[in-house]
């Protein structure tokens, strides 16, 4: 009997392991997997808590968030579905992608459109800096991304639009 129970108890735990860990996907990119918002998780902030260091978070057509409380992983890629269908809405606190100790390098974000309703998209201290396909949407005339201490940084095929850099 105790073999049983004790089965019983494995098969369980391995269940209820399985009914919490996100589904994700393989990336054919060269990053590890793809966590899709909505799908995966519900928000930008979900995939990154849920996220390790070279995974995709890719994000549906449709209005998202992210502010202050959104922790980017190292090799992290933040993509949409085109600057047309995917817009990430930063309120009043903007986003600081910040790398301490050399922890967050290789970010990528690209193929969205960027809405600055406050403090920019500041971006600081990376080795490996990719934006690309986006459009950058500022209110009268505000900073939309301040970029310092970047290393290797490319900027491609990107607009800025009611803004600065």
């Given at each position: 009997m105790?073999?049983i129970?004790?089965?019983r108890k494995?098969l ?14 393989f990336?054919?990119?060269g990053?590890?997997?793809i966590?899709?918002v ?8 979900e ?9 995709t978070?890719l994000?549906?057509?449709g209005e998202?968030?992210?502010?202050p ?7 992290t890629k933040l993509?949409g579905?085109g ?5 990430l809405k930063?309120?009043?606190d903007?986003?600081?992608v910040?790398s ?7 970010f990528?974000?690209?193929?969205l459109?960027?809405?600055?309703g406050?403090r920019?998209?500041?971006i600081?201290?990376?080795?490996g800096?990719?934006l ?7 209110k009268n ?7 310092s ?6 900027i491609?095929?990107?607009?800025i ?5």
């Open positions: 105790k073999g129970d004790l089965l494995a369980i735990v391995l269940i209820l392991a399985n009914a919490l860990t996100v589904s994700v996907s990336a054919d990119d990053s590890k997997y966590i899709k909505p799908g995966d998780c519900r928000t930008i902030k995939a990154c808590d849920r996220s390790l260091p070279g995974d978070i994000l549906g057509k998202f968030t992210a502010g409380d959104t922790i980017f992983k190292g090799n993509a579905q600057a047309d269908k995917t817009i930063l309120g009043a903007g986003l600081d910040v301490v100790r050399r922890n967050l390098n290789n990528t974000i690209r193929d459109t960027v809405e600055i406050g920019p998209l500041a600081n201290g990376l080795d800096l990719l690309e396909n986006c459009i950058f949407k500022g005339l505000s900073t939309c991304i301040k970029i201490s970047v290393k290797n940084a490319q491609l095929n990107c607009d639009v009611d803004g600065g850099y």
